[in-house]
């Protein structure tokens, strides 16, 4: 009798999780407690795979001997907790789809830059003529593509939901980039939570394998203090270059592996500004290790587009800029937004508040904010945090207000910055939709 696999969510990881359970003899179950969408709901029943919406039934789940759950879908959520009691393994769809895939994995994660990096590598990759998939938190569901499709290499965005899920799973390049507190509300306000979460992209690592990360960061660096890495170790930096790993030397970025050695002007960098400078070294770090050659990690580089929705320069309107950076959804992320743009700034933020300490920006916001246009259910919190440093706090319903809101203020050579700081599920579906209905908005002006 085949073995009952239960997924939990139907959104694309799920999807993915049950074409992958199909194919490998399972006998599958959808279950989601919202409405599926249409293009998911078509591609479960062209499958022929059984599922239900709006609605978790017990009978149906509590009867599996596995079940794969959609990272949005929290440990602590009363079913998981039943279903652990009961001792069902719950694993994430990254989890799975690994024990099916023969690739190579590069894996990326930290608090922020993730996908700017993953997307980096993917199209460094690709020009080097590389049979590679994109997939975790960019990209079509990894399980999917495992199901389908036929590669030599994986690139991999992961969060600490996905990592969280993830048990017998080895990444054979793990890149971690910084660690900053995010999602506390996940990890029960506990900073070290969400550290060991992020240092799972490590388990099961060998000496064969590689660990890319921030020598910079200090909770990484007092983080590696206490652990023992299997893995060969690769730091960089804006200190000079180490034997092996990267730094800055005066105006160059400089990479080193193996006596072989790459270097470029970071002014030939596409993507400028400090955080990119240290994405594209982890970037060229892995093709590195993968023996890719200097001239197409030189071109890959100096020739890449960028990540629609980060700090993304989308249009001038009346002499003022608009400038999308939605999936800054933490302050960090936020901090290196307002630390790179030079105009005086109209910041439109909020959301739903992850436990944020919002005094890492008050020095950005004294010098560089004329107004903060706050848009989200509960803007207290930012209007407490910025009440004493910016003469104009104002509140917004919706997209649209925030964006004229924030056009009618701006004068000539200032900057619109949508860089929310915060997550986005109280107004919109994700970050995405975030981003986009801003860009429409800001069309219609």
């Given at each position: 009798m085949a073995k009952r696999l239960v997924v939990i969510g139907a959104g694309e990881s799920g999807v993915g999780s049950a074409i992958l359970a199909q194919k490998q003899?399972?006998?599958?179950?959808?279950?989601?407690?919202?409405?599926?969408?249409?293009?998911?709901?078509?591609?479960?029943i062209k499958y022929t795979i059984p599922f239900e919406e709006g609605k978790h039934s017990e009978e149906q789940l509590l009867n599996a001997d596995l079940v794969v759950k959609s990272p949005g879908v929290p440990d602590a959520a009363p079913l998981i907790k039943q279903l652990k009691a009961r001792g069902v393994p719950v694993i994430s769809e990254i989890e799975f789809a690994g024990r099916y895939n023969q690739a190579k994995t590069i894996c990326i994660t930290g608090s922020n830059g993730k996908t700017t990096t993953t997307m980096l590598i993917y199209h460094l990759l690709q020009t080097a003529g590389l049979k590679v998939g994109l997939a975790g938190n960019v990209g079509q569901s990894f399980a999917w593509q495992v199901a389908e499709k036929t590669y030599e290499y994986y690139v991999l965005e992961l969060s600490s939901f996905q990592l969280d899920g993830m048990y017998e799973f080895k990444a054979d390049v793990a890149i971690l980039l910084n660690i900053t507190p995010d999602h506390l509300d996940r990890y029960d306000y506990q900073l070290q939570?969400?550290?060991?979460?992020?240092?799972?992209?490590?388990?099961?690592?060998?000496?064969?394998?590689?660990?890319?990360?921030?020598?910079?960061?200090?909770?990484?660096?007092?983080?590696?203090?206490?652990?023992?890495?299997?893995?060969?170790?690769?730091?960089?930096?804006?200190?000079?270059?180490?034997?092996?790993?990267?730094?800055?030397?005066?105006?160059?970025?400089?990479?080193?592996?193996?006596?072989?050695?790459?270097?470029?002007?970071?002014?030939d960098i596409a993507l400028q500004g400090k955080h990119n400078t240290y994405n594209s070294m982890a970037a060229g770090l892995a093709g590195m290790v993968l023996t890719i050659k200097n001239d197409k990690i030189r071109e890959s580089l100096s020739d890449f587009k960028g990540v629609e929705h980060r700090l993304e320069r989308f249009l001038t309107v009346h002499g003022i800029e608009f400038i999308n950076d939605s999936k800054a959804t933490n302050v960090n992320s936020t901090w290196y937004a307002l630390e790179s743009v030079s105009k005086p700034i109209i910041w439109i933020a909020g959301g739903v508040d992850k436990g944020n300490d919002y005094e890492a920006l008050n020095d950005l916001v004294k010098d560089k904010v004329r107004a903060i246009i706050c848009l989200g259910v509960d803007n207290q919190k930012i209007k407490e945090?910025?009440?004493?440093?910016?003469?104009?706090?104002?509140?917004?319903?919706?997209?649209?207000?925030?964006?004229?809101?924030?056009?009618?203020?701006?004068?000539?050579?200032?900057?619109?910055?949508?860089?929310?700081?915060?997550?986005?599920?109280?107004?919109?579906?994700?970050?995405?939709?975030?981003?986009?209905?801003?860009?429409?908005?800001?069309?219609?002006?």
């Open positions: 003899g399972f006998d599958v179950w959808v279950s989601d407690a919202g409405k599926i969408q249409d293009k998911y709901k078509d591609v479960l939570n969400y550290v060991d979460s992020k240092f799972r992209i490590l388990q099961n690592q060998t000496a064969n394998d590689f660990f890319i990360y921030g020598a910079d960061d200090p909770i990484i660096q007092k983080e590696l203090d206490k652990r023992s890495i299997s893995a060969t170790c690769l730091p960089f930096g804006w200190e000079k270059a180490p034997g092996n790993g990267a730094g800055i030397e005066g105006e160059d970025l400089v990479i080193n592996w193996k006596k072989k050695s790459f270097n470029m002007s970071i002014f945090a910025f009440a004493g440093l910016v003469p104009d706090i104002i509140e917004t319903e919706d997209m649209t207000d925030a964006v004229r809101s924030a056009y009618y203020l701006a004068k000539n050579g200032e900057t619109v910055l949508l860089s929310p700081a915060c997550a986005s599920f109280d107004l919109f579906e994700n970050y995405e939709d975030r981003g986009r209905q801003f860009k429409n908005a800001v069309r219609e002006l």
